[in-house]
Every structure is written in C-alpha cells, then in structure tokens.
C-alpha cells in the first residue's frame, strides 16, 4: 500500500525504474537461459542457430549423456563433492566450537577472539600459504583444498554474535542442573541457532564448490582437478574434449558439451539458492558486513 | 560491527587461574581445533613471510636458505614488471571504487521505492543469484556472450557488422572487469543498503512530506543521510581491500587480455613466484601488499571514528 503522504508516481519516472530492474533482471537471467538451452540443443538446432541457442526446439541430453560417459567429468564431479562436503562438515565444526568457547567470558577467550579477528586485517601471501601447505605433505593432496579454508573469519563472526545473544541465564540454569559446556553446546546452543548454522554452512559449501585458485595452485594431478578447473580448462580456454576423454562417437556439436560443462557447474548452487536465499539475508545482518 | 565490550565486563576477574582452569576446561578444549587451523594456515604463514629477506632456495628450505636483507625489495623496485602490476591494481581498484560502489546504492533506493512487494522479492531473487557463482564461471559466461565467438558478435556478424572485441582488447578492460564485477555482486551488495533503509524512520518522511518536501528533497535530506554509515563502513572495506582487486578474476583473463593490462599485485606474485620460481621476489611483492592493505584499512578506520562514524574495529570505550 501507498502511504498518503507519497505522491503518484509520474509514469515517466515508473518506466525509467522498470528499465533499470528489468535491463539489470534480464542480463543476469539471458547468458544463464542460454548457456542452459544451448547445452539442451540438438546439434541442427545449434547449426540453425550459427552457436548458440535461445530456445531449444529439438532438446535432447546427448551433450550430458557423452559428457558422463567418459571419465573425465564424473571424476571432477565425485572430487568437487568430496572437497564440498568433508570442508563444510569440517569447517562448520572448527568454527562453532570457537564461535561458542569465544561467545562467553571464558579462560583465554579474548587474545583467541583476537587471534581470528586479526586474520581481517592481514592476509598472509600465496606463496607463504604455498610453502606451508607443502611443507605439511599436501601438496597434490585434495585435503590442501579443505584444510586451509577450515576458518572462516567472516562465517566466525556470524555465528559468534549469534550465540552472543541467547540469554546467558539459559546456559546458568542448565549449568546449575549438571549441564557440561559440551552438553550445552549440543542441547542447547546448536537447536537454537539451526537456521544460522544451515546459512553458515551453506557458505561453506558454495566457497568449497566455487574454489579454483587453491586447485591450480596446490594440484599438479590433473586426475584430481574439481570442476571448476575443468571448467576453465576445457571452455574458457577452449582446449577441445577428444574423444578419448569421453568415449563416445560421434561427439555432439562442442558448443553444447561446453555449455554442459557449464551446467554442471552451475546445478548445485541453483539448487541450494533457494534456501539461501531464505535465510541469508538474516544471517548476514546479524553478523557483519564484508564484501 | 565487532562488539568489543559486551564480553569485558563480566570476566570474573577474581578467580585465581586454577579455578578458571576447572571452571572454563572445556571451553579452552572447544577452542583448540580452531586455534590450530589458526597457527597452521595463517600464523605459521604470516611467519613464512621471512622468506621475503632470503635468497630462498627450495631445496635448501627456509631454514637453509642465505639471509638478504632488503635485497629483494630492491629487485623489486628495479623492477619494471612490478610498478605495471601496482600501477594496474591501483588504476582497476579506483575504477571499481568509482563505478561500481554507487550501483549497489542506486539499485537498492529502486527497490525500495517499489510498492510492490512481489515485484521486489522477484528483483532481489534474480540479482542476489550471480554472487554465488564462482569466478570461473562468470567469466565463462561473459565469454561466451561477449566473447570473438560469442552470441553477442555472432548476431553482429549476421547483421554484417564487425565482431567487437569486448573481451581481448586491454584498452576497456578496466571496464570489462566493472561490467562483471557489478553483474556478479551489485545486486548482493544492495541487501545492506536495502536493510539499513528499512531501519529509517517513516514518520520523517511523512513529516517531511507535510511540510512540503518531494520526492529528491526527501532522498537527499532523509534517506541518504540514513545510509551514511553503512556507506562509511563499506568504503573502509573497500579500501582496505584496494589492493586485493579479485584475485581469481584476474588470473582467468590474464590469458587473453594479456598481462600488460590484467596483471596485478596477486597475480604478479604468483607468476613471479611460483610459476617463475623466483619465490623470494614473489614473497617480498606479496608482503609488501599485505602490509600497506593493513595499513590502508587501519587509516580508513581511524578517519572514520575522526569523522564521527562506528566504522569496523570499533574503539573500547
């Protein structure tokens, strides 16, 4: 509802607005759209098209079915998802147990709170983090992908101020009854702050998925590459799947392998939009504001 | 942002460390993984840094390898390749600062002033998408738009028009590199202009508008004077950040923009240094960079508390 006191927009000014969102809605929702389509295309419908398509109008899953059936892909895959959910299962842990032991006044609280909020200030260098991880074994080891990301100072600082704010006469009356930090922790702290702890997690997750430079850096192995570098590899630089990596002939039109390879990167995080979508924006208020 | 003082005052102080100890064990226990990811990837490489003062050797190792004092910085001031890196961080980070930070505000007082609330939630679905996307493929989205065989010059070549070549030529990419950024993260940036704006007073501006102010007096008066802090805090980020300028989205077009226009501190690092092996050099640019970025946001903080505004480290009071 209008409130009285705002006058009536005049339409000149209503169709400059439905410009700006409208331009700014359909540039982000065309590429996707068409990336989407051209890897759902036949190969005449791309040859109709000269590339790419708009509308698929003969759909057929032959890119994904030949991207599957070679190794390549599927084994991205299985690594992307191993890194995505051993990191944010790790991570999450790490980070509310120090997001809790640092929430009350406790034994060595403050100079550990100090310890993480100093990693906003100064980040330590790649090739110090490089000869470190190297020096720790990691190297060509997909554990280089999880372990230095386990921390998160701005995932800390959220779920902190979260547990800030349940009523500390809740953990005394629980303490009075016998209750361990642990047991408060579980019982207590975690049921109350589900939905922070599922955004949380969710951020994990997408900076696990979404990693690429820890992968070019730390990886020589291309057997152990996540899909990100596949993505760059073979359709950024437009380094051509042969037929050996996919074992299918005769190959689809490459445009629609590459835009399938595209989607594949794309799925997960469109299908836990949704529920970010949901709740990050309170999760991200409550905490903090970076980048 | 960081509450500082809410965890000062009930230490109970009194305790001698025994009965802490008994008291808080496990709490110290819950901390101990955290602090050891701490020591392991950030304080064991910040220490790492001391490499920037060797002639390091790989096979020697840090123990090993020959002290040089500021040998390194010297190169590095000698070196021509690296002030075109500092000089291409600084000239993209004020462009960015310059186009793409006043987007995020445009957009968010739009929507705001939309009356509909489907149509808002239908604009805030669509634009926060982009910034869960990974660099990678943001990059190969605009790409295969804008790319030499992309859709846009696919359909300029069947309009018999020249191909333009948004993505190769060094001379736009420092536009190039906005485009994306405010494809990727404008819409996510609005959310905390959007959620400052719900916070402002709407008798203010019903009491503005009876006293005869419009619609642009009520926004310069009102509304953007309640965002001022929220845009304080931003902008100290962002130049604490200034020179950080997106790593990942540099590498992925240094390729084929070449390294003349797309080579920043980042990335001059790692090629200098793990790719060229010239480690001590790549150390001494990467140190060097972290050291003024801390500087940089501990002077927009103080500027910031100087001009009367919370900004981010907050000072006990």
Known sequence: MRPVWKENPSPGYQAIKGVILGGFALVIVVPILVVISTSLASDKDIIDAGGYVLWPSHPTLKAYQTLFSGGLMGRAIMVSVFVTLVGTAIALAVTIALAYATSRPVLFGRPVLLMVLFTLLFAPGIIPMFLVVKQLGLLDSLWSLILPGALGAFNFVVLRTFFMNVPGELLESARIDGASDFTILRQIIMPLSKAVIAVVGLFYAVGFWNAFFNALLYLNDTSKWPVQVILRTYVLQGKSLSADQLGVEPLPQPQSLQMAVVVVALVPIAMVYPFLQRHFTKGVITGAVKG | ??????????????????????????????????????????????????????????????????????????????????????????????????????????????????????????????????????????????????????????????????????????????????????????????????????????????????????????????????????????????????????????????????????????????????????????????????????????GANSLAHRLGEPGIFQRRS
Not at chain 2, 55 to 63: A, K
């Open chain 2, 1 to 298: 942002m960081l509450k500082r003082s809410a965890s000062k005052k009930q230490v109970s102080s009194g305790l001698p460390l025994a009965a802490k100890w008994r008291r808080d064990w496990q709490m110290v226990l819950l901390m101990i993984p955290g602090v050891v990811f701490l020591l392991l990837f950030f304080y064991l490489p910040v220490l790492g840094n001391v490499v920037a003062f060797q002639d390091f050797q790989p096979y020697l190792g840090i123990m090993h390898s020959e002290w040089n004092g500021l040998q390194n910085f010297l190169s590095l001031y000698d070196n021509p390749d690296f002030w075109d890196a500092l000089r291409n961080t600084l000239l993209l980070a004020g462009v960015q600062l310059l186009l793409f930070f006043p987007v995020p505000i445009g957009l968010a007082l739009i929507v705001d002033s939309l009356v509909s609330n489907r149509l808002r939630r239908w604009f805030q679905t669509i634009a926060y998408l982009p910034h869960f996307l990974s660099w990678v493929l943001v990059v190969t989205l605009f790409q295969q738009s804008l790319g030499g065989a992309g859709f846009i010059n696919n359909l300029l070549r069947h309009a018999g028009l020249d191909p333009i070549p948004f993505m190769t030529n060094p001379d736009t990419f420092p536009l190039l590199v906005v485009a994306q950024l405010i494809w990727k993260d404008a819409g996510w940036a609005m959310i905390i202009f959007l959620a400052a704006l719900t916070t402002v007073d709407v008798s203010l501006y019903e009491a503005a508008a009876a006293d005869g102010a419009g619609r642009w007096r009520r926004m310069w008066h009102i509304t953007l004077p309640s965002l001022r802090t929220v845009i304080v805090l931003l902008l100290i980020l962002r130049i604490g950040d200034i020179l950080s300028v997106g790593f990942e989205q540099f590498i992925l077009q240094r390729d084929s923009v070449g390294p003349g226009a797309a080579e920043v501190l980042d990335t001059f690092t790692y090629y200098a240094g793990v790719v060229g092996g010239d480690w001590s050099s790549g150390a001494a640019a990467g140190l060097a960079k972290g050291v003024v970025g801390a500087l940089l946001l501990w």
